[in-house]
């Protein structure tokens, strides 16, 4: 009989979301007639733009007509749309160094599996929860967490001796954005100790100031020798559930032996995966047109404008705010209360959810994530319960 596998021991049952439901749930039994929001799940919540749509709603109809119908395309997606994006975030490198994807997760995944076990991995603690569990998954001979805390600006020092760092700009949880002197550091010390960096750029579309903060991290100099960037459509423009993104592989990577990074990506591509839809994706060439760009940008500036009316009313209220200047999110310090105590009082004095900062690793405790996601007149309204 089929064994399971003996690393799944290792995993915590996916804890976080469904025990924030389960409060949730738990407490509405008890007092039903609540006005609950979430500043929880990053999630979007604004209506896609009426380029972007009637683009989706054409390549849909498309489907319906001899002369419109496709089946499969290439795994590696559209070229206008590989275009499209060099032409908008890349223009230093090549559309056949982009790989279309159905979004950020899946390509870190097959990332994962590309790379195997046979690697020392680090991430930054907190984190999104994909790349150390991903890791875990894999069995990866070695893991280091590193300590993202005020103390060190949330940047960690990198220790010698990795194959591969998971780096997240701006930070999901912490709303960090590195400097350009900042992520520089990081692509000198990868060059130095031969290091690959997973950059994951699925906020980049936040960063208030790119003057200052890089929005990809081919904006520094010999990155493309040392790092893959993946990202999204998701949180660029709204396309959680329509589900695209892409990976930048440079050419110019290798592994220690001299093989091409970017061929073994390809030929793995082509075996586990089929490309993203093509209605998914002619929506991603209208998001990146003159006219969809600048409608997300729109959307983009709402929720930003959320972030800072949420940190001004938490700053008001007494509380210490990070993040919420470059990233969606704001990351709450109560040197005093535990993660979850917090959260039990905000869900239980302030009808709000908001997310324990612990379910992020170690170094979160202590901390709740803000999400800025929401319609403005649902966050204007709660403004008066975080600091009455
Ligand atoms: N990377 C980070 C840091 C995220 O926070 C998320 C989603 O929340 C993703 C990747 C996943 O993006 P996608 O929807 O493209 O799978």
Redesign the pocket.
């Known amino acids: 009989m089929l064994k399971r596998p003996h690393h799944f021991e290792r995993f915590q049952s996916a804890y976080l979301f469904s025990e924030i439901e389960a409060r949730k749930a738990e407490f509405l039994k008890k007092r039903p007639e609540a006005q609950l929001v979430s500043l929880g799940i990053?999630?979007t919540k604004l209506p896609l733009p009426s380029v972007v749509v009637e683009a989706l709603v054409r390549a849909a109809a498309e489907l319906g007509t001899e002369e419109g119908y496709s089946g499969y395309g290439r795994t590696e997606g559209m070229n206008l749309l590989r275009e499209a994006l060099v032409r908008r975030f890349y223009p230093h490198l090549s559309p056949s160094e982009i790989f279309i994807?159905?979004?950020?997760?899946?390509d870190?995944g097959r990332l994962q599996m590309i790379f195997g076990s046979k690697c020392v991995v680090a991430v930054q603690d907190p984190a999104?929860p994909?790349y150390l569990e991903g890791s875990l998954f894999q069995e990866v001979e070695g893991l280091h967490l590193l300590p993202c805390l005020p103390e060190n600006h949330f940047l960690p020092s990198l220790p010698e001796g990795i194959d591969l760092l998971y780096l997240?700009n701006p930070?999901?949880p912490t709303g960090k954005a590195l400097t350009f002197e900042e992520l520089e550091a990081v692509v000198r010390c990868a060059e130095k100790n031969r290091f690959l960096i997973i950059y994951?750029g699925?906020?980049a579309a936040y960063i208030q100031d790119p003057t200052r903060y890089p929005s990809s991290i081919y904006a520094i100099e010999g990155a493309e020798r040392v790092a893959i960037e993946?990202n999204?459509?998701?949180?660029l423009a709204g396309?959680?559930g329509v589900?695209?993104?892409w990976s930048v592989i440079p050419k110019a990577l290798t592994f220690s032996c001299g093989g091409s990074i970017w061929k073994d990506f390809s030929r793995f591509n082509q075996l586990l995966f089929n490309g993203a839809s093509n209605i998914a994706q002619k929506g991603g060439l209208a998001v990146l047109s003159d006219e969809g760009y600048g409608a997300t940008q729109r959307s983009i500036a709402l929720t930003m404008e959320n972030a800072a009316l949420l940190k001004a009313a938490f700053e008001r209220a007494g509380y210490t705010v990070y993040g919420g200047k470059h990233a969606p999110y704001l990351w709450i310090h109560t040197p005093d209360i535990p993660s979850w105590e917090l959260f039990q009082i905000f869900l239980e004095e302030k009808e709000l959810i908001v997310t324990p900062g612990s379910g992020y690793g170690l170094s979160g405790e202590h901390f709740i994530r803000v999400s800025a996601f929401g319609k403005p007149s649902t966050i204007r309204s709660i403004l008066e319960r975080i600091a009455p």
């Open positions: 990053g999630d994807s159905d979004g950020a997760k899946s870190l999104y994909v997240c930070n999901n994951d699925a906020y993946v999204s459509f998701s949180k396309f959680t589900r695209l993104g």
